[in-house]
């Protein structure tokens, strides 16, 4: 397992969920990263993305403003702090990357490495 997504749990609404994603691969440094969320019966959808130097980042319109994404190379993480929770943020939050010196993609396809997903549930 190269990514190992952590950090989930129930968290009610307007609450703050913080995730963690450890990276095992030797190119972490040099990784886009990103996080992507899945509720059943709906497709994987994009949250975040970093690049590589973590000088960049792109959100996902539903999460702007509350989510913010960030990486340590030096210790191979990637976080995702989740702030102002809504009941629509529910759902498996998967860490994915891909090895690129470029700016980060948002798209699902552009990801090679993909970690094992780690449940949100927030609560009304």
């Known amino acids: 397992v190269q990514l190992q997504a952590y950090g989930g749990g129930l968290e009610q609404v307007g609450g703050s969920l913080r995730l963690s994603c450890a990276s095992s691969?030797?190119?972490?440094?040099?990784?886009?990263m990103g996080w992507f969320r899945q509720v059943p019966g709906k497709e994987r959808e994009f949250v975040a993305c970093i690049s590589w130097t973590g000088s960049l980042t792109r959100y996902a319109d539903s999460v702007k403003g509350r989510f913010t994404i960030s990486r340590d190379n030096a210790e191979k993480m990637l976080y995702l702090q989740m702030n102002s929770l809504k009941p629509e943020d529910t759902g498996v939050y998967y860490c994915?990357?891909?090895?690129?010196?470029?700016?980060?993609?948002?798209?699902?396809?552009?990801?090679?490495?993909w970690g094992q997903g780690t449940l949100v549930t927030v609560s009304s």
């Open positions: 994915a990357a891909y090895p690129s010196r470029y700016d980060p993609s948002s798209k699902f396809s552009d990801y090679d490495y």
């Open positions: 691969r030797r190119t972490m440094s040099t990784d886009v």
